[in-house]
């Protein structure tokens, strides 16, 4: 009896154990699982309130003239953004009471203009709802679109773990829930305080502490309603949120005590026969393990592969390079590479194909890296590396032999890919802040015709400083109108020598009694959109000139005004400009529109629509910076052009040296000139490229040899002879 009691309490004891140690390293990976998949969603999450507000922000510009605009006009527009978005339902609202909507919102899209009609964009994520103020052409906000996204599945999806959903939510700064994942099974719903839910001081003060900080990423356990949860907290970029995720831990001891019943049984009783016959248990323990083993290489592969590589997934990367900080006596760099134009490689071989490719660059930065170095892919064509090194002429190295390898090792198609290098000072840096920086640096590479990289340095921290300065001044100095036109005149070659013949319009800003070079505004306006009002604005103050000179008796000139791409989405586009020249009641012939030839290999099909609506408005077409992209001399035939722009970089010092560069222009000239396109050269600064040009039968040239940029009193005292 005694030695049947002491078989029983030892199969139960080494069961208990083996259960117990188990069930830890469960939790305890489960805790990493929720962290990696709440930085993936917080990730996904940014991007898609970017993406929505950056397009509200494009549309908002054809609602620039709203206040003289019918309700049927403005719905006839709304009907159009939904079209050509991923909006279902689109409203323009003013504080005048005016609603216009584009269909059934199911929602009063006044609840949430509120926001916008004050000036500022407006989230509402629990609504999937967005909205952005519409500024008038003077900048004083006349209304705002609201618009709403579908229910998407992905956005508010719950997280499947151990046979059971957890809960995804969206915090504000005080621990309100905003917005919640379909399932609330928790209890904890949109509208409650997390913390205030909480009864545990301990987790009550922790949570309070994240929310303070703008860049958290971490995983703990929580007691709420004395069951514990696995607790996920990451930093969201927009309006200051946290994105949290939250599984309760019974349900992964519920999953794993499911499938290790059986287990659990054979143990207890094969443990009871080892005490008998211990030989057969120790053969079957052996087993046991080995499975166990299977199981848990299984869950690691899932865990610590990447899908489509092969290579380290970026949960991975993440652990490893916790444990590689700890080593504070190891000099690393972290590096971020990214495949230029992507989108590209998977249109010409398909997505498989682009998934080789993928896979051929990460075995390329395997065999390239040191033994003790790490990378993996952070989705899409994104790959982040932590490389160890003495000096920096070593990382140079590293970074030359991999772009080597891949531009020869890969013969599919040409890869371009540009890195960014970031040299890791502070060990107690987050793995996000380390790889800001190294995108930082690859962000700063200009040219992509060939693979560069570029290291990380403090003033790529101070441009991004400066860059939040000037959109925070932007709106006010346009409506200060401390944008200033600029003329730099255009001269006739060959029988027109020395006759002015035009002129293109520049902007110059003057703010606080200095001049901020365009070399810095303009990019930043390019990006955040606000370069459409800015070429508005410089549109009409060239009309303005145009009918100064008319009133005078002055023949006007044709003058060029430069137009960003960004308009191309918009219908209104055109009929802005010509609507600018019949209240000024100056003709569209005196007006060249200017476009960069980089526009032409975005999307040759809506670029040859926009031009044919700018011609048929009467005014001259420019294409900018000709040479210097992709676009085929072949395509000119097909695109309603009056002049090529040549750029300049085809030129030097002593340009009739340089007899390729002079093929290459006689060849564009000549083209240029048998589809009666005329030509013009920028960036002249010797007589001598200015004789080159001629000879070579270029009709105008325009640069500091002639005359550099000029206020509009100094060109009028050049060619009109006015004072």
């Not at 290999?601 to 001259?620: D, Q, R, T």
Request: glycine share 6%; proline share 2%.
């Amino acid at each position: 009896m005694a030695f049947t009691v002491l078989v029983l309490i030892v199969s139960a004891v080494a069961t208990f154990t083996y259960n117990a140690i188990a069930k830890f390293n469960i939790i305890s990976n489960e805790i990493i699982s929720v962290k990696a998949f709440s930085n993936n969603v917080a990730l996904y999450t940014d991007m898609r309130f970017k993406e929505a507000i950056a397009s509200l922000n494009g549309y908002s510009v054809a609602f620039s003239d709203a206040d003289n605009m019918t309700d049927e006009e403005i719905t006839e527009k709304l009907i159009y953004c939904a079209d050509n978005s991923f909006f279902c339902h689109i409203a323009f609202v003013d504080d005048d009471g005016r609603t216009c909507t584009n269909g059934e919102m199911g929602i009063n899209p006044r609840v949430y203009a509120g926001t916008s009609l004050a000036g500022s964009m407006n989230v509402a994520p629990g609504a999937n709802i967005y909205s952005v103020p519409v500024h008038s052409s003077s900048g004083s906000v006349i209304g705002t679109l609201v618009g709403k996204l579908e229910d998407n599945a992905a956005a508010n999806a719950s997280f499947k773990a151990y046979g059971v959903s957890g809960v995804t939510y969206i915090l504000n700064t005080d621990g309100t829930i905003i917005n919640c994942s379909n399932n609330t099974a928790s209890g904890i719903a949109a509208g409650d305080n997390l913390i205030t839910v909480l009864s545990d001081e301990n987790d009550i003060n922790l949570i309070r502490t994240h929310l303070s900080q703008n860049d958290v990423s971490d995983s703990f356990k929580v007691t709420y309603k004395d069951e514990e949860y696995i607790l996920a907290m990451t930093s969201l970029d927009t309006q200051a949120w946290t994105l949290v995720s939250l599984v309760p831990c019974s349900a992964v001891i519920d999953f794993y005590s499911n499938i290790t019943a059986p287990l659990n049984y054979m143990i207890f009783g094969l443990t009871a026969v080892f005490v008998i016959l211990a030989g057969y248990l120790f053969y079957f323990t052996h087993r046991v393990r080995k499975t166990a083993e299977g199981i848990i290489d299984e869950n690691n592969k899932i865990n610590y592969v990447d899908d489509i590589t092969g290579y380290s997934s970026w949960k991975s990367f993440m652990e490893n390079y916790d444990k590689a900080m700890l080593d504070t006596g190891t000099k690393r760099a972290f590096l971020a590479l990214d495949i230029d134009k992507f989108k590209t490689v998977n249109d010409t071989l398909g997505y498989e194909g682009g998934n080789e490719i993928l896979r051929k660059i990460s075995e390329i930065i395997e065999r390239d890296i040191g033994d003790n170095d790490f990378f993996a892919r952070n989705g899409g064509d994104h790959f982040f590396m932590v490389v160890e090194y003495k000096n920096e002429k070593e990382v140079t190295e590293i970074v030359n032999h991999i772009i080597s390898d891949i531009e020869y090792q890969i013969t599919e198609i040409k890869i371009t890919v540009s890195i960014g290098i970031y040299p890791i000072t502070d060990a107690n840096m987050k793995i996000r802040a380390a790889a800001d920086r190294a995108n930082l640096a690859r962000n700063s590479i200009k040219s992509l015709s060939e693979s560069r990289f570029a290291f990380f340095n403090q003033s790529m921290m101070e441009n991004i400083r400066e860059e939040k300065n000037i959109e925070n001044i932007m709106e006010d100095a346009l409506e200060k109108r401390e944008f200033v036109v600029y003329l730099q005149p255009k001269y006739g070659l060959g029988d027109e020598t020395g006759e002015v013949i035009g002129a293109e319009a520049l902007v110059r800003w003057y703010h606080n009694g200095e001049i901020i070079s365009p070399g810095k505004f303009i990019p930043i306006f390019e990006k955040n959109g606000f370069v459409t009002k800015l070429d508005f604005y410089m549109f009409e103050e060239v009309c303005k000139l145009q009918k100064s000179w008319k009133n005078q008796g002055l023949r006007p000139k044709i003058i060029s005004v430069n137009m960003s791409r960004l308009h191309f989405p918009n219908p209104d586009f055109v009929s802005t400009l010509k609507n600018y020249c019949d209240a000024y009641d100056i003709d569209t012939k005196y007006f060249e529109i200017e476009i960069t030839e980089s526009a032409a290999y975005e999307n040759i099909n809506i670029l040859m629509n926009v031009f044919s609506e700018i011609k048929s408005a009467g005014f001259h077409v420019s294409i900018d910076d000709f040479g210097t992209g992709y676009s085929s001399l072949n395509m000119l035939k097909d695109l309603p052009v009056d002049v090529l722009k040549i750029d300049r970089s085809f030129l030097t010092e002593n340009a009739d040296e340089e007899e390729s560069a002079s093929k290459i222009i006689a060849c564009v000239v000549s083209l240029a000139s048998s589809l009666d396109i005329s030509t013009i050269c920028e960036g002249i600064e010797t007589k001598e490229q200015a004789s080159l040009l001629s000879k070579l039968g270029c009709n105008m040239a325009q640069g500091f040899y002639f005359a550099r940029p000029m206020p509009v009193k100094d060109f009028e005292k050049l060619v009109y002879n006015l004072n």
